[in-house]
């Protein structure tokens, strides 16, 4: 026990090396680092099927995707009644979602970021005679997506399988969406749906022109999106099995089944006969798919000071393998 007592009390032996003329390079207790953050990037995917009599004009959607400073993207469905008095329907649709990509680069917007102002700005310099719905959604680097929606596009969050946000369509009646106009009796920027949802690392965006939702359920785009590549092939799935289902005559669409809720459906002696309305709907087609990926980038702060260990208070800090002489 004694000699126990003694080993942990004796004192520790150095070794003495003998003295270099040259000092050895270590690192400074103050080393710079790099400085670096995590930010929320989307990954898109699209894809469009005009309407299969509007094939040869390219349809009456327009959309436009950009994963620049965290994502942005937007859907324009141009309403194909103006088509009566003469206009084309694609003309508005797609001068609107030009101005939206082109205003991404306004000082405003590059600091807030805001779907509803960047609606507001790109209808007021549109010219066109027409309407559409529409749809934007810009991503932050923090990883919150923010929505702006006049009408019935649409888009849904799935996380882990399951769908976890999705927003609402607003409607005046059934079949008579909210829309963005060229006519004051139209709808604005200010009716716009505004919302927010959080993102996390691995969510798939799923937002489409009313052509993709009315024809294909949420299971089948959760199945769809899982059987999926990438992207690009799951925005090209998704759009082939809507365009398959809009032309099943027997298909009993999220369309159909809506109209008869709302009150719309075959003449009663078809339905002693046991008929109801169904089958898919025929309209133009626009899917965008995307991924939130988290990514690490250098802060443009610049450098920061590494002391006693360099304690990471932040998301990360990439060190720099700096050394100096003593």
Request: aromatic residues 6%; charged residues 20%; hydrophobic residues 40%.
């Amino acid at each position: 026990m004694a000699a126990s007592t003694a080993s942990r009390l004796s004192p520790p032996r150095f070794h003495v090396s003998p003295r270099s003329p040259h000092p050895p390079l270590r690192r400074s207790r103050f080393s710079p680092v790099r400085a670096a953050k995590l930010e929320a990037v989307l990954s898109i995917g699209t894809h469009l099927i005009p309407h299969p009599r509007k094939a040869a004009s390219g349809g009456e959607d327009a959309f436009f995707a950009n994963s620049d400073a965290g994502g942005v993207f937007a859907i324009a469905d141009g309403v194909s009644g103006w088509a009566e008095k003469d206009v084309n329907p694609a003309l508005f649709s797609r001068e609107l979602m030009r101005n939206s990509s082109n205003f991404l680069n306004d000082e405003e917007l590059q600091v807030n970021g805001d779907p509803q102002i960047l609606l507001m700005k790109a209808h007021a310099a549109t010219s066109s005679i027409g309407s559409a719905t529409v749809i934007i959604a810009v991503l932050e680097k923090s990883g919150t997506l923010k929505i702006a929606s006049v009408g019935d596009c649409g888009l849904k969050v799935i996380r882990k399988g399951q769908v976890m946000f999705s927003i609402s369509p607003q409607e005046h009646y059934f079949d008579c969406p909210y829309q963005i106009s060229s006519e004051a009796a139209g709808q604005t920027y200010q009716d716009a749906l505004v919302c927010s949802v959080n993102l996390m690392d691995g969510d798939m965006i799923v937002s489409g022109s009313d052509g993709l939702f009315d024809n294909i359920f949420d299971q089948e785009i959760i199945s769809t999106i899982s059987e999926s590549s990438g992207v690009d092939e799951a925005a090209k799935a998704l759009a082939e099995l809507a365009r398959k289902h809009s032309v099943d005559v027997t298909f009993d669409s999220p369309y159909s089944m809506e109209a008869r809720s709302k009150g719309f459906d075959v003449p009663w002696w078809k339905k002693l006969l046991g008929a109801k309305l169904i089958g898919g709907k025929m309209d133009d087609i626009t899917v965008v798919v995307a991924q939130v990926k988290t990514v690490a980038v250098p802060d443009e702060g610049g450098d920061i000071e590494e002391q006693k260990g360099n304690e990471q208070g932040i998301a990360v800090a990439v060190a720099s393998a700096v050394q100096n002489e003593e």
